[in-house]
Nanobody
Framework: QVQLVESGGGLVQPGGSLRLSCAAS????????MGWYRQGLGKQRELVAR???????NYADSVKGRFTISRDNAKNTVYLQMNSLKPEDTAVYYC?????????WGQGTQVTVSS
């Protein structure tokens, strides 16, 4: 069983930055592919970024060049650095862990981009 706890959300002005963190409990964190998803009001949940066990990454086109996902296996934590934020980035951001058909979700953290 893996528990994921996100932090770092909040209100930021357009053009600003935030860093989200996701702390994972349990063992074998390094064996999990980790990801960040988001869900805006009235929208479907969508992938934002993923980082694999090899530390390879992929990103949604809408965030390429602005967001960076990273992981610290020693701290069982995955991060999402978000720069040049736009109002359309407003959403609840969820941490996700996947390994061998098992997946886990965090409770989500709200990010609001508004002036």
């Amino acid at each position: 069983q893996v528990q994921l706890v996100e932090s770092g959300g909040g209100l930021v002005q357009p053009g600003g930055s935030l860093r989200l963190s996701c702390a994972a409990s349990g063992n074998f964190f390094s064996a999990y592919a980790m990801g960040w998803y988001r869900q805006g009001l009235g929208k479907q949940r969508e992938l934002v970024a993923r980082i694999f066990t090899t530390s390879g990454t992929n990103y949604a086109d809408s965030v390429k060049g602005r967001f960076t996902i990273s992981r610290d296996n020693a701290k069982n934590t995955v991060y999402l650095q978000m720069n040049s934020l736009k109002p359309e980035d407003t959403a609840v951001y969820y941490c996700h862990a996947y390994r061998g058909g098992q997946e886990y979700w965090g409770q989500g953290t709200q990010v609001t981009v508004s002036s």
